[in-house]
């Protein structure tokens, strides 16, 4: 148990849907991590939120649209996706990307098959 | 800028041999610097991390990591390799003195064969 829980684990849609991956933190963290997980490529960061706010988007697609009504919900919502965006989706947080030293804890992430 | 090098994709060894996994970077100012384990089907587990102090850090499941600020590195070992050891590792660094909302950078994974 990471305190970091994903939902769903797994995930199969058409190009054409509308699905959200929801991530829940637990540990009174302020900041709130997506991440995606490609097979024999980096880990690639995509968004990230600070008390609420975004503060980073690392160039995603807008088909991804990110949502964080509260410091311990975080949303991903996806539309009109392509085959490349197969991938596990891990969600992390931690205290305030300010405090530099604390380590990210991560979910076990939503794996999502694009068809 | 930051960046970190994890220059083995797969590193193999026997159990019960001691193992290394290495990790170099490059900040411009002091690294915190992090080790991560991905098990199968799960996410990253914080395994240790280097803020300041001693350059030899103790982390979960018997490893350690040792800083050399010379060489640039924070290479992860345990004495004794178990099977269920077998993972992928990263390495990930953060400049120090960058203020803000300064992200971390995550190293490529290596992945840790065990054998029995």
Not at chain 1, 81 to 88: T, V
Request: net charge neutral.
């Amino acid at each position: 148990e990471t305190g970091v829980t994903q939902t769903p684990r797994h995930l199969v849609m058409g190009m054409t849907n509308k699905k959200s991956l929801k991530c829940e933190q637990h540990l009174g963290h302020n900041a709130m991590y997506w991440y995606k997980q490609s097979a024999k490529k980096p880990l690639e960061l995509m968004f990230v939120y600070n008390f609420k706010e975004q503060t980073e988007n690392n160039s995603v697609p807008s088909r991804f649209s990110p949502e964080c009504p509260n410091s311990s919900h975080l949303f991903l919502h996806l539309h009109t996706l392509q085959p490349e965006d197969s991938a596990l989706y891990l969600c992390a947080s931690s205290q305030a990307q300010g405090e530099g030293n604390q380590p990210q804890h991560f979910g076990d992430g939503t794996r999502l098959s694009i068809l | 800028a930051q960046s970190v090098a994890q220059p083995e994709d797969q590193v193999n060894v026997a159990e019960g041999n001691p193992l290394t996994v290495k990790c170099t970077y490059s900040v411009s100012g002091n690294p915190y610097l992090f080790w991560y384990v991905q098990y199968p089907n799960r996410g990253l587990q914080f395994l240790l991390k280097y803020i300041t102090g001693d350059n030899l850090v103790k982390g979960s499941y018997g490893f350690e990591a040792e800083f050399n600020k010379s060489q640039t590195s924070f290479h992860l070992k345990k004495p004794s390799a178990l099977v269920s050891d077998s993972a992928l590792y990263f390495c990930a660094v953060r400049d120090m003195n960058s203020g803000g909302y300064q992200k971390v950078t995550f190293g490529t994974g290596t992945k840790l064969q065990v054998i029995p």
